[in-house]
């Protein structure tokens, strides 16, 4: 005969059994409820007509962050991450001697280097903790949340293939933007996809490419996306149609700023790789999809530029960055005057000056994030792209109808340039000549420019020593004298 207190042992054991599965059924029903948070509802049907998206984000920044009032205030249906949505990697200070220097060709350690995962994971929980862009997620079905990434969010800056903590990485970052576990995306080398929004005859294709897994080491002129993504590619062009298609790059694809900063520095790009850019344009070019453009980030300030001879039609670059890094918070606030200046005299022949840029260079170097509204009711539908500045307002606008992103009715043979005749002609050809191919005098005149200042300063600075000590010299003598 059971005692008294084996039946209560039998009951505390049933109880704990019950607590335990209930326990565990909640768990699981809340591990699959953040599964079923897909990043997207590919099959809706809802008009899409706003994408916003932003790039460079540390996810240390302080608060407040009036930025991600922005982004909701334009009331998105898409929001796109397009690289450096952490900084998960490490560095050192800049330092030219010393034991460890790590600029100059004299430098004996690498400035940056990898956070271990869990460091890396930490900081994607900050991101994703932020105040703002929880505010953003939980508008979650309206807003529908996808991203690649860029280097720094990669593990390491300036990487390509080579990184060998990439596999972590990938996983890590699809934790972050809520891919779920069973994604094909989580199989494959690399994080580019695609997804379609929008019914028949209003559809908005976005391409997300990955500019890191297979890339080639920068000044290689070897290849970004790698065969495998390449070939992904062209079945993306070449399949089902769309009426825009957004291709996002976490580099600039159009602009060719590193050709005129080069030996003092380079930015990352697609310039970089010539090849390849050259293969994109082709691959567009060839597919004859129509309504194709770019969104990209990377360098710390927004602008808009364009490219009329890489296809039939101009190909826009829409870049911006960064939400919180970006160029003109890295210096005094009275030498940002000299980053626009220098932004302004830059020779850019791909870059779209608008009359209704906030600043004469139009470009933006304060935290900012990209902005596309099509308006789908006018005839023909009317496309604007625009950098918005951390309150909302338009920093570079631009628009133009999308028909002007169509294969011209009639093919004409390109010209020696490479352009192909119609009557805008002429308006296009100012974006055709790239950057390198200009006068030495004039590519290279901010280079000029800052070589003579840090010359001028030299000499002033020896001349105020030499002074200094001709004039303490006399003073001793003098008071030897006295
Ligand atoms: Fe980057």
Redesign the pocket.
Known sequence: MEGWSTRRRRAKASVSLILFIVVTLIGQTKAEETQTVSPLDTNSNAIVSRIAFG??FNQSAPQPQPIWESIIGFDPQVFIWL??NIYGDNKRPVRVCGRERTVGPWKNIERFFPSTEDELSRRYTATKSNPGYTRLRQRYPEVSVIGTW???DYGL??AGKEFPYKDASQQILLDFLDEPHNSPRRKQGGVYTSYMFGPPGKQIKVILLDTRYHRDPLFSDGTMLGEAQWSWLEKELNGPQSEITIIAS??QVVSNLSAIFQPLFYM?SWSLFPKERRRLFNLIDSSKREGVMFIS???HFGEITRDDCGAAYPLYDLTS?GLTQAVERTVPKALAFAIRFMAWIAPSTKRVFSPNCRFRSCTYGLPNFGAIEIDWEATPPMVKLEVRDEFGRAAIPVEFPLSDLRQPEEQQPRSKTGMRGGQDWKYYKQHCLPESELPWFTKYRIALILVAFAAGSTMLLVLVVKKAVSGGKMFIKKFKVD
């Open positions: 790039s460079c690289g450096d860029d280097d720094h800056n300036d976490s580099i990352e980030g990377d360098v960055s």
